[in-house]
Nanobody
């Protein structure tokens, strides 16, 4: 069983930045596809960013492309989401997710095996 623990959420003004961290109980980030999803009140879980292990590529939703960056630190068994130029519509609970590599889209939440408990991000003035 893989455990994921997110941290780094909080309240930030529009235009500000936050860095989310996802600590894993095993070195999953070196053997798994890793991703971030988010869920706003009254909405479904939405893909934000992912790193595919087999081709070492990062993927982003159109809403966050150019503003968010997913990175990995294998030595610390952690995955990060750097979020810049935050907007009120980025307000949501952000979840870290992991899955064994597979040749399917990275954007489908149902394809992930493990989830963290989530961290709240609120963008407001």
């Amino acid at each position: 069983q893989v455990q994921l623990v997110e941290s780094g959420g909080g309240l930030v003004q529009p235009g500000g930045s936050l860095r989310l961290a996802c600590a894993t109980s095993t070195p999953t980030d070196s053997r798994y596809d890793m991703a971030w999803f988010r869920q706003a009140p009254g909405k479904g879980r939405e893909f934000v960013a992912a790193h595919r292990k087999n081709n070492n590529h990062a993927y982003y939703s159109e809403d966050v492309k150019g503003r968010f960056t997913i990175t990995k630190d294998n030595a610390k068994s952690s995955v990060y989401l750097q979020m810049n130029n935050l907007k009120p519509e980025d307000t949501a609970v952000y979840f870290c997710a992991a899955r064994r590599p597979r040749a399917v889209t990275v954007t489908n939440a149902a394809e992930y095996d493990y989830w963290g408990q989530g961290t709240q991000v609120t963008v407001s003035s």
